[in-house]
């Protein structure tokens, strides 16, 4: 007898829905083994990462099979129309985009997510397992409404557009980029310096004043909490690959300690 196939609440939806600010991590390495022991964490969320990590079409694809419900964004490398459009048909109901400097780039990804006449995304729910291969019903009709778009904030540009960014017709919520947006103001690798703080305070509260719902990355716990405290909807707080460095390390540190 067939089962009912419909999509999972999308994380904007959950967003929505949740009493508090919602904690997750990163997940790097690629493996669907690895992505699955962190979708069995205590966390709220995963972000599988493809601009930075060794991610192509066929291992985000397993990893989505991994982490079954957890709710879970993928960071795409680029804008790209056509790699989106990849991503979409596979199944990604989360989108993060990286790098948005202008309003007219975050409208051109809210074109991208949607069918025509609304935007230009192409139109292949048939053979696609974003549609479960059209056994979610009345897929072309309902598509946009199981995806949410989030876009990074990474550049001085992108803080000072902040507010026409986050109030793009389609854009779901903004996402800051400490890391880059720290490289963009000159201080490559201090994310703890207070202009990249400002910067990012800047962005929690653009997104606070338009009710739109706004995340970040902060591996610091003491940056973590004052983000949180300044009003942030959803974190990052860790990634597997960096658990695994620090955990060995803190290993070899243990047992492999110089003897006089």
Known sequence: MPFRVEPDPTFADRLEQAGRPLVGMWVCSG??????????????????????????????????????????????????????????????????????????QAAGLARAVAYPP???????????????????????????????????????EAVANVEQIAATPGVDGIFVGPSDLAASLGLLGRQNHPDVIEAVETCIAAAGRLGVKVGLNAFDPELAHRYLAAGADFILVGADVQLLAKGSDALAATYLQETP
């Open 31 to 104: 493996s669907p083994l690895v992505a699955e022991i962190c979708a069995g964490s205590g966390l709220d969320w995963l972000l599988i990462d493809a601009e930075h990590s060794p991610n192509g079409l066929e291992s985000i694809l397993a990893q989505l099979h991994a982490v079954g419900p957890k709710p879970t964004l993928v960071r795409a490398p680029s804008d790209d129309p056509v790699l989106i459009k990849q991503y979409l048909d596979l199944g990604v109901q989360n989108l993060l985009v990286p790098m948005v400097d202008t309003p007219a």
């Open 118 to 156: 609304d935007g230009i995304r192409g139109v292949g729910g048939a053979l696609a397992r974003g549609s479960r291969w059209n056994r979610f019903e009345e897929y072309l009709s309902r598509a946009r409404d199981t995806i949410s778009l989030f876009v990074q904030i990474e550049s001085a």
